[in-house]
């Protein structure tokens, strides 16, 4: 009886366990199978390269590139702001807040990354587009510049966290030993902290990065919606993923435009895949280096 | 009560005669103004009624003891009577860890190492340190050697490749080690980490180097290897070492202290606390009777 019971449970286990990657597969089954369909119309290099995404228009254009640019200015411009707050609070959290400071402002970076996207979204649109619109004289507030802006501070508490775990890896002797030669404080840090947690950093900053990436309802509110390659950080932009979100509801199931959209979603799928594994390599790497691998 | 009788005790000037300090015979030991046995050589380091708290805990209970120049003192005791808490004093290492706080003085050649005009960058440079886990940089061998010249300001490149090459054969790892320069230090064994880490230490020319249990972590041979040197290094140097290993601060040293929950029980010449301990807690430790 016992070890029956005990059988039963460790299948039940095994089943949670390995969900995670029943879903994963079906995912990518489900978006390779809707996706596929749209390469009969287009090529898949006129479809990443066009510069025209018209896909209701007769004949349809699917040119993603204006989407694929502005997801990639939206983030890059995200990380602009999200690289120096979190690394900084980070660094700040680890070496110069005392212990009552921490327990306040740790939590405190915590409970902004649980802020709903949709208010975030809601902040940029009634507060911040109309503010930069007349504080910077322009046609219109819903830009990449406002959306990388929100964004950035979105990201940052993923930046600040991880990267707050990395910097209190680095063993307590190295800061020892490097005090121990007559190195004061900056010195400790910049020499030996900051590169002995150099690769955990740089996976928070990836991490954050997919983060912006992936980001869809602030973008789908901030963003400004214009599926054109932006001139400017002025412009208004339409990311990948504000482009499926509002389109999906008015793509006949099946369509051409409807395998596209899904195609959109396997490629941004690919792209955070990727950040994925290079921060994951990455990480190890830094275990490696601190002789801390199994 | 108590804390009336040691502040009565340091007005009056007598507290080097704690009372365990005073046991055996007076002249031998005495104290440590100077008047101990040091081989006839001037006190490196002086510390005078030294009391240690981590917030309210009282780690060390006035500590006075000299230490001899171009000597090796061994101090011994069980886990946590504070012979690491004491020698990390010595360089100030206590003020990395928040919370503590020292009385007493302690003087280094007779500056007073502990006033607010002694830059503790520059008593460290002076009083060096190894740990006791190897904790080489990740970085390659060249650069863990090098790192102490380069936050001390020295640029010139062959100064720095000259003094690289000197502290490593003076840690006598040159030999081993040489075609291995630009290779991660975390690649050697545990005994040339820990090698590596002296010649870190010889590399800003310390007059002092505390070693705090250098050989915990290591095995015989590597052990060995590091007495050796310890016993070489001694020529240019003034040692202090911290060492759970009777067997080795026999072996080693020239004097030894026994510390014993907070309190420096006893202090001599090597042979004279192995043969003929005048405490009779000294002789239990060594004789292993607990500890």
Redesign the interface.
Known sequence: MNRRKERFIKYLFTAVAFSSLAFLVGIILVLFKEALPIFKTVSPSAFLLGTSWYPTAEPPEFGILPLIVASLWVTAGALVICVPLGVGSALYLHELA?NKQRAVLKPVIEILASVPSIVYGFFGMVVLAPFLQTALDLPIGLTAFTTSLILGVMATPTVASIAEDALSYV?R????????????RW?TLT??II??AGSGISTAVILGMSRAIGETMTVLMVAGGSAIIPESIFDPVRPMTAAIAAEMGEAPVGSDHYHALFAIALILFLITFAFNVAAELISRRYRL???QAR | MHDTLVDYDKQMGLENFHPALVKGPVGVNKNSLGEADLFGTEPKIISRGVNFYYGAKRALNNINISFAQRRVTAIIGPSGCGKSTFIRLL?R?HE?V?GTRLEGEILLDGLDILSPACD???L??RV??V?Q?P?????TVFENVA??L???GVTDRQVIEATVVDSLKKAALWGEIKDRLKDSA?GLSGGQQQRL?IA??L??SPEVILFDEPCASLDPISTGKIEELILELKKEYTIVIVTHNMQQAARVSDRTAFFLMGDLIEEGRTDNIFKAPRDRRTEDYITGRFG
């Open positions: 005392g063993p002797s190295f800061r020892e030993a490097s005090f121990a030669v007559g190195a004061d010195q020499k030996v590169p002995a280096k601190l002789g | 360089n290492m990395l928040p503790p960058a520059e460290r440079k060096g340190m740990f886990k904790n080489p940089f990740p970085k790192y102490g380069e936050v001390n975390l880490c870190r230490a590399a800003v």
